[in-house]
C-alpha cells in the first residue's frame, strides 16, 4: 500500500492521468510507477478509466474494466480520485436511472464525473452532489460563450488540445482555477471532425455500431504524442492537467 501524500506537499501544477488500457488485474501503483514514473505521486490528483461495464461510457470504446475495486479503494486511501468517463453524448433518464446504483457506489467527495451530456450532468448533480462534474474534452468547449453556458453546471472544463495554442483565449479565461488543459496530444489535436466521439457513443450502448473516424489512416497526420510546455501555461496561470498514456509506438489513435 502506498503511503498517503502529506498535506504539506504542494506541487505547482497536478494531473489526471489515463488508466487506459490498463489490465484490471495490474496493480494500480504498479501501473503508475510503470507508465507515469517521472511524476511525483503528489502531483496525480486522479486516475480516469473504466470501472464496471456501464452503456454512459464515451470516448472510446469499452472493452473490459481497467480498474478494480481495489485499485478505487486504494487510490482513494492514498488521496488520490477515480474519474468515471461517463461522456456518451446519448443518454436517456430511463438509461440513468438503471445506473443510479452504479453511480452510488463510487459517490465520494474524492471521485468525479467526466460528462458530456448536459442533461446527464444535470441528473448527476441533482442526485449525487458529492460528485465534482467535468465537462469533457468532447463538448469542444473553445470559446468564451461555449465556456460561459458550461461553468454554472460543471465543476471544471477541459479545453480541447487545439486550445493550448490560443494564447490570447487562455490569457482572458478569467477563472482559470476551473479549467484543465492537454498536458500532450495525440491525433485529436489535428482532427478536423472527432467523428469518432459519436461514433464510440452508439458502440457503448451495445447495439450495434462501427468505429468511425473522419480521416483515413493514410491521410491522417500522425505526429505522435506532442507534449505542450507546461511552464508556459502555469504561468499563465493553469494548473490543473490531463496526462494521456501514449500507445505503442509514441502513437494514440488507430
Known amino acids: 500500500m502506498e503511503n498517503a501524500v502529506p498535506e504539506s506537499i504542494k506541487p505547482r501544477y497536478t494531473f489526471t492521468v ?17 507508465q507515469f514514473g517521472n511524476l511525483a505521486l503528489a502531483q496525480i490528483e486522479s486516475v480516469f478509466g473504466f470501472v464496471e461495464q456501464c452503456t454512459l461510457y464515451g470516448g472510446r470504446s469499452f472493452t473490459q474494466p481497467e480498474l478494480s475495486d481495489r485499485d478505487v479503494k486504494q487510490l482513494n486511501n492514498t488521496g488520490i480520485g477515480l474519474r468515471i468517463p461517463l461522456t456518451n453524448h446519448d443518454v436517456e433518464l430511463r438509461e440513468y436511472r438503471l445506473y443510479r446504483s452504479f453511480l452510488r457506489k463510487y459517490h465520494s467527495t474524492k471521485n468525479s464525473v467526466i460528462v458530456t451530456n448536459d442533461e446527464l450532468a ?67 489535436l489535428t482532427c478536423p ?49 490531463k496526462l494521456l498514456r501514449a500507445q505503442p509506438g509514441s502513437m494514440t489513435g488507430f
Not at 487506459?20 to 510507477?33: A, G, N, Q, Y
Not at 466521439?197 to 452508439?202: A, C, I, L, V
Not at 457503448?204 to 483515413?216: D, I, M, T, V
Request: with cysteine; charged share 25%; hydrophobic share 35%.
Open 18 to 34: 489515463s488508466a487506459r488500457s490498463k489490465p484490471e488485474s495490474t496493480p494500480i501503483f504498479r501501473f503508475l510507477r510503470n
Open 122 to 188: 444535470g441528473w448527476i448533480r441533482s442526485d449525487f452532489p458529492d460528485f465534482d462534474i467535468e465537462a469533457s474534452v468532447i463538448k469542444n468547449i473553445n470559446n468564451h460563450r461555449k465556456l460561459k453556458a458550461a461553468l454554472p453546471l460543471y465543476n471544471t472544463v477541459v479545453l480541447p488540445m487545439p486550445s493550448n495554442q490560443d494564447k490570447e483565449f487562455l490569457q482572458s479565461i478569467e477563472d482559470k482555477s476551473r479549467i484543465r488543459l492537454f498536458a500532450n496530444a495525440g491525433c485529436a
Open 193 to 241: 471532425a472527432r467523428t469518432c466521439y459519436q461514433s464510440f457513443s452508439t458502440m457503448n450502448k451495445l447495439r450495434g455500431g462501427e468505429f468511425l473516424c473522419s480521416q483515413s489512416l493514410k491521410d491522417r497526420d500522425m505526429l505522435g504524442m506532442i507534449d505542450f510546455d507546461l511552464n508556459e501555461l502555469n504561468e499563465l496561470g493553469f494548473n490543473r492537467f
